[in-house]
Structures are given as C-alpha cells and as structure tokens.
C-alpha cells in the first residue's frame, strides 16, 4: 500500500519495519551496557563532580548549571522580564510563534 504525494511515495509497511528495526536495535545496545551493576549497593549512591555527596544535601539546577548561566547571563537576564510562571502566558507565546512561523512558511 503506497500513498502517492507530490513529492514522492509513503509506505506504511517501511516506516513499520524502520521502526521495528529502530526499537530492535535499541534494545540490542541497552543490553550490551555494564553487566556488573548492582542495584542497591553502593555503585547506586549518589556522585556529584568527582565527590560523594553528604546525606541530605540537595543541589539545585542553579548550582550544577551555574557555569552556563554565568556565561550567558546577558541573555538571560533579557528573557527573565518574560518569565511569568503562569502556563497561559507561555501557551500565548507558542501560539503567537506558531503563528509566526506559519506565516513565514507560508509566504515563502
């Protein structure tokens, strides 16, 4: 069964088989990984850049990412005016950039 389109043909028994071989092939790697670990021991303790971590200590995104913010602080202190913490604000925003980039695709 083949789905003519103007730019070419698509067939669904392909793209099925593509996927079987994308999700054989996954499995296949994921079972050559370290077969010594053990769940439970100490392998599963937490690491944090080269040093165990204390008991109850929690590092936060800021701290591990601190580098990266550093280096782009200009930008983000532009885009943090834009930063509400309220979903409606954010769901406009896609919605107008979609919107955006409909109009782009369109008109080119």
Same mark, same amino acid.
């Given at each position: 069964?083949n789905?003519?389109?103007?730019?070419?043909?698509?067939? *669904?028994?392909?793209? $099925? #088989?593509? #996927? &079987?071989?994308?999700? #054989?092939?996954?499995?296949?790697?994921?079972?050559?990984?370290?077969?010594?670990?053990?769940?439970?021991?100490?392998?599963?303790?937490?690491?944090?850049?080269?040093?165990?971590?204390?008991?109850?200590?929690?590092?936060?995104?800021?701290?591990?990412?601190?580098?990266?913010?550093?280096?782009?602080? *200009?930008?983000?202190?532009?885009?943090?005016?834009?930063?509400?913490? &309220?979903?409606?604000?954010y769901?406009?925003? $896609?919605?107008?950039?979609? #919107?955006?980039?409909? $109009? &782009?695709?369109?008109?080119?």
């Open positions: 069964m789905l003519l389109t103007g730019e070419g043909f698509w067939s *669904p028994l392909v793209w $099925l #088989a593509l #996927a &079987v071989a994308v999700t #054989a092939l996954t499995w296949w790697f994921r079972s050559k990984g370290r077969q010594d670990y053990k769940k439970g021991t100490e392998q599963a303790t937490p690491f944090l850049s080269g040093e165990p971590m204390p008991e109850g200590v929690h590092v936060g995104g800021q701290h591990l990412y601190w580098g990266f913010v550093e280096a782009l602080r *200009p930008f983000v202190e532009r885009i943090r005016a834009f930063h509400t913490g &309220v979903v409606v604000d769901v406009t925003w $896609l919605v107008v950039m979609l #919107a955006v980039v409909f $109009l &782009v695709v369109m008109l080119s």
